[in-house]
T-cell receptor, first 110, second 112 residues
């Protein structure tokens, strides 16, 4: 099984551009999450979903949007990219208990 | 407010030199404390879950313990391949959504 797959792995954006980070899981998990990781800051929750059609804000949702049309997919949309969104983004999924993470997407906004 | 604090931020050990990493937490009803390992450029990899004070779990050179206020990750006779960032997290006690609240991590370097 592939587990949690994120694309792209790397991306450079200009200020004001928009893009979507893709996340797919093949473990039939109901819960999915998007975290961002900045140096020395740990992981901060951006958005999460408890099932298809249900999403909610996490700790740092400003500047992002999500949708969950299927159990497998949980894309993260960045609108009007800003330098503050330069970070590494991790998608994760779970049933109960531990989260399973993807390999991350490194985004730089210049 | 639920909070997780890890110490130290960075730790350098010689190969074979045992030590411990600390994770202090404040949560409204612990429903699980998690340890993850993260290698550079990779996603966090699950190590352990602890649910109640007094619980211990082991995996190779790692042993995790839990009290009512903190958890320790003990590393016995570490090897260079144990070098990584170790993350501690707790379940958000205010909801049933599986969300984890993470500490900032401890970066361990083991020199040969």
């Amino acid at each position: 099984n592939a587990g949690v797959t994120q694309t792209p792995k790397f991306r450079i954006l200009k200020i004001g551009q928009s893009m979507t980070l893709q996340c797919t899981q093949d473990m039939n998990h109901n819960y999915m999450y998007w975290y961002r990781q900045d140096p020395g800051m740990g992981l901060k929750l951006i958005y999460y979903s408890v099932g298809a059609g249900i999403t909610d804000k996490g700790e740092v949702p400003n500047g992002y949007n999500v949708s969950r049309s299927t159990t497998e997919d949980f894309p993260l949309r960045l609108e009007l990219a800003a330098p503050s969104q330069t970070s590494v983004y991790f998608c994760a999924s779970s049933t109960v208990g531990e989260l399973f993470f993807g390999e991350g997407s490194r985004l730089t906004v210049l | 407010e639920d909070q997780v604090t890890q110490s130290p931020e960075a730790l350098r050990l010689q190969e074979g030199e045992s030590s411990s990493l600390n994770c202090s937490y404040t949560v409204s009803g612990l429903r699980g404390l998690f340890w993850y390992r993260q290698d550079p450029g990779k996603g966090p990899e699950f190590l352990f879950t602890l649910y109640s004070a007094g619980e211990e779990k082991e995996k190779e050179r790692l042993k995790a313990t839990l009290t009512k206020k903190e958890s320790f990750l003990h590393i016995t006779a570490p090897k260079p391949e144990d070098s990584a960032t170790y993350l501690c997290a707790v379940h958000d006690g205010s909801s049933n959504t599986g969300k984890l609240i993470f500490g900032q991590g401890t970066t361990l370097q083991v020199k040969p």
